[in-house]
């Protein structure tokens, strides 16, 4: 049964702490309650917000005048090698237990603080691998209430970008394909112990800021090449650890933090003539 409640503040929902108030806030754990939030947001005439971890989000300090939904649609079956996954569930766990039955395609999930559905959205990846290298389907609600399966070939995808990007509703659940391989398990526990010892894991951030500019070129090379690192605004600060994670040191606000995103776009274009995108999304 749906539970609306009211001011629900965007920063506990955020990997980086920072956010105004959501006026009306509920969490869904089926695809019902999906469906009966979005029915009530329609009457409402109210925008909907879909959030999984809020690792790849910046909440503006403005309240948001419309429904924040908390995505815990958590299922998760395996089918010999294919995965049918609520899009709530912890992509990070997905990883390791697929990689733990042998299953390959998704150790570089592990680590990556997201549900399914956030990386279905961006097309999360790492270590040279992305979500839709192993994705079969989506089931998604468009906010209208029409519900559609969607098979991966109908759907545009890239680096960090999908087709979700510029549609108005919410992921439901998603279907992977894995292969088989003996070594799975053992390139996860790798990939996870790279992570902890190169990214600043204890500080509060929503991971690289900023799209790597090409495959060869990272962004956190140049913001270092540039001499940014520590570099701050308010609490919003450079990372001495990873250069493309800003992180917040204590109470940055939005404002701050966009300011530092743009001041370091200046400092990086002046300074190599390459203009730096954010991966983040400013929301709402
Ligand atoms: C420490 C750290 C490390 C990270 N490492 C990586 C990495 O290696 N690779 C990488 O790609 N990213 C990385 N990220 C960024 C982030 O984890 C990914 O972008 C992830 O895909 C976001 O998932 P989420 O569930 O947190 O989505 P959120 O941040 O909650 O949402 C992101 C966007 O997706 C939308 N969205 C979320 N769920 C749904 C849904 N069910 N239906 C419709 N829209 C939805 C939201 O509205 C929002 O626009 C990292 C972040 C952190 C904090």
């Given at each position: 049964?749906?539970?609306?409640?009211?001011?629900r503040?965007?920063?506990?929902?955020s990997?980086?702490?920072i956010?105004?108030?959501?006026h009306?806030?509920?969490?869904?754990?089926?695809?019902?309650?999906?469906?009966?939030?979005?029915?009530w947001?329609?009457?409402?005439?109210?925008?909907?917000?879909?959030?999984?971890?809020?690792?790849?989000c910046?909440?503006?300090?403005?309240p948001?005048?419309?429904?924040?939904?908390?995505?815990?649609?958590?299922f998760?079956?395996?089918?010999?090698?294919?995965?049918?996954?609520?899009?709530?569930?912890?992509?990070?766990?997905?990883?390791?237990?697929?990689?733990k039955?042998?299953?390959?395609g998704?150790e570089?999930?592990?680590?990556?603080?997201?549900?399914?559905?956030?990386a279905?959205?961006?097309?999360a990846?790492?270590?040279?691998?992305?979500?839709?290298?192993?994705?079969?389907?989506?089931?998604?609600?468009?906010?209208?209430?029409?519900?559609?399966?969607?098979?991966?070939?109908?759907?545009?995808?890239g680096y960090?970008?999908?087709?979700?990007?510029?549609?108005?509703?919410?992921?439901?659940?998603?279907?992977?394909?894995?292969?088989?391989?003996?070594?799975?398990?053992k390139?996860?526990?790798?990939?996870?112990?790279?992570?902890?010892?190169?990214?600043?894991?204890?500080?509060?951030?929503?991971?690289?800021?900023?799209?790597?500019?090409?495959?060869?070129?990272?962004?956190?090379?140049?913001?270092?090449?540039?001499?940014?690192?520590?570099?701050?605004?308010?609490?919003?600060?450079?990372?001495?650890?990873?250069?493309?994670?800003?992180i917040?040191?204590n109470?940055?606000?939005a404002?701050?933090?966009?300011?530092?995103?743009?001041?370091?776009?200046?400092?990086?274009?002046?300074?190599t003539?390459?203009?730096?995108?954010?991966?983040?999304?400013?929301?709402?």
């Amino acid at each position: 049964m749906l539970n609306i409640q009211t001011n629900r503040s965007l920063s506990e929902l955020s990997t980086f702490g920072i956010g105004g108030d959501a006026h009306f806030f509920a969490e869904i754990s089926t695809i019902s309650e999906a469906e009966e939030a979005y029915a009530w947001a329609r009457k409402q005439e109210l925008p909907v917000l879909v959030i999984g971890k809020g690792s790849n989000c910046l909440f503006r300090d403005e309240p948001f005048h419309g429904l924040a939904l908390l995505n815990k649609i958590d299922f998760c079956t395996f089918e010999e090698r294919k995965v049918f996954v609520g899009s709530g569930y912890s992509f990070s766990l997905l990883g390791v237990q697929t990689a733990k039955r042998g299953l390959s395609g998704l150790e570089f999930a592990s680590g990556i603080p997201a549900t399914v559905g956030g990386a279905v959205f961006m097309n999360a990846g790492a270590n040279g691998k992305e979500t839709y290298q192993t994705l079969s389907s989506v089931l998604y609600l468009f906010e209208t209430g029409e519900k559609r399966e969607f098979a991966k070939e109908e759907l545009s995808y890239g680096y960090r970008t999908t087709s979700f990007q510029s549609m108005k509703g919410c992921i439901l659940s998603a279907t992977f394909n894995l292969g088989l391989n003996d070594e799975a398990r053992k390139k996860q526990l790798e990939i996870i112990q790279y992570r902890m010892k190169t990214q600043p894991l204890k500080d509060k951030s929503a991971g690289c800021i900023f799209r790597n500019p090409s495959p060869d070129l990272s962004a956190g090379a140049l913001i270092e090449r540039c001499g940014l690192k520590d570099f701050s605004v308010g609490d919003a600060k450079v990372s001495n650890i990873h250069a493309n994670f800003l992180i917040n040191s204590n109470r940055a606000s939005a404002k701050e933090m966009i300011e530092l995103i743009e001041r370091v776009q200046r400092q990086v274009f002046e300074k190599t003539n390459i203009h730096l995108e954010p991966e983040i999304r400013i929301l709402p």
